[in-house]
């Protein structure tokens, strides 16, 4: 199993509980899409899951690893060598080229190698961004090229866990499709398992499950 929540309870400070889950498990090499209302919550459970945010309280297990239990520091290492996240927003640093965003964002973990460069030019390449546009600003890339740069920089660890919040938002029909067929590919490609949130629910057919949190959430029910 790569995720496993079990009893998990999770309120902002002073606020009412958000999520009380149960329990709710992926399957490693699984593609589960999360849909939500807005609010719902879906992004936090995101957080939650990548450690970014600490549950209040219960379990949450990934690829075998009591990851509530680990503290903050210990929680980011864990998440630099096993999660690629894709935020909506992509989150480059403006004035580093797609190369050094990849590369910077990776720094952290212990699995970066030595041809780093060449890792990250490869999945550019894999991911068809033009070479001529590699060593351009991220702030000069289109937004469907900055997307790009935003997986790859995700799977540059070849992440067992990936986790994608509303990452085609931005996008148009066609990007969109280039951003989900690329997505699935490199998924299958290092069998990594995938939770993905979205509005749109024209993606869901590209997955094995599609989840409502408010159908796993009793908080609030
Ligand atoms: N830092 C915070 N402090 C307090 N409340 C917060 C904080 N961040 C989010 N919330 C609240 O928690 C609830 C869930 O937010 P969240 O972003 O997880 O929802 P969502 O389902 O991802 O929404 P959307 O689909 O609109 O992106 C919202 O009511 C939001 O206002």
């Not at 990934?62 to 990851?67: F, M």
């Not at 070849?158 to 951003?179: G, H, V, Y």
């Given at each position: 199993m790569s995720v496993v929540l079990q009893d998990l309870i999770f309120?902002?400070?002073?606020?009412?509980?958000?999520?009380?889950?149960?329990?709710?498990?992926?399957?490693a090499g699984e593609k589960v899409f999360l849909q939500g209302e807005s609010?719902?919550?879906?992004?936090?459970?995101?957080?939650?899951?990548?450690?970014?945010?600490?549950?209040?309280?219960?379990?949450i297990t990934l690829l075998d690893e009591r990851?509530?239990?680990?503290?903050?520091?210990?929680?980011?290492?864990?998440?630099a060598g096993n999660i690629g996240y894709i935020f909506q927003q992509f989150n480059l640093i403006p004035y580093l080229n797609a190369v050094d965003n990849i590369l910077l964002a990776n720094e952290f973990s212990k699995k970066v190698k030595r041809n780093g460069i060449a890792r990250a030019q490869e999945l550019l390449e894999q991911l068809k961004l033009p070479d001529s546009?590699?060593?351009?600003?991220?702030?000069?890339?289109?937004?469907g090229q900055q997307q790009r740069?935003?997986?790859?920089?995700?799977?540059?660890n070849s992440p067992r866990l990936i986790i994608?919040?509303?990452?085609?938002?931005?996008?148009?029909?066609?990007?969109?499709?280039?951003?989900?067929?690329?997505?699935?590919?490199?998924?299958?490609?290092?069998?990594?398992?995938?939770?993905?949130?979205?509005?749109?629910?024209t993606l869901a057919c590209d997955f094995d499950r599609t989840d409502v949190l408010a159908?796993?959430?009793?908080?609030?029910a």
């Amino acid at each position: 199993m790569s995720v496993v929540l079990q009893d998990l309870i999770f309120s902002y400070h002073d606020h009412d509980t958000l999520l009380n889950i149960s329990r709710w498990e992926v399957a490693a090499g699984e593609k589960v899409f999360l849909q939500g209302e807005s609010g719902s919550g879906k992004s936090t459970l995101l957080n939650l899951i990548a450690g970014i945010l600490p549950a209040t309280s219960g379990q949450i297990t990934l690829l075998d690893e009591r990851v509530d239990q680990l503290n903050q520091r210990q929680r980011d290492r864990f998440r630099a060598g096993n999660i690629g996240y894709i935020f909506q927003q992509f989150n480059l640093i403006p004035y580093l080229n797609a190369v050094d965003n990849i590369l910077l964002a990776n720094e952290f973990s212990k699995k970066v190698k030595r041809n780093g460069i060449a890792r990250a030019q490869e999945l550019l390449e894999q991911l068809k961004l033009p070479d001529s546009v590699w060593r351009l600003p991220g702030q000069s890339l289109s937004i469907g090229q900055q997307q790009r740069v935003a997986i790859a920089r995700a799977l540059f660890n070849s992440p067992r866990l990936i986790i994608a919040d509303e990452p085609t938002s931005a996008l148009d029909q066609k990007n969109r499709i280039a951003f989900m067929t690329t997505l699935m590919d490199l998924c299958d490609a290092y069998q990594s398992t995938l939770i993905f949130v979205s509005h749109d629910p024209t993606l869901a057919c590209d997955f094995d499950r599609t989840d409502v949190l408010a159908d796993i959430n009793r908080a609030g029910a």
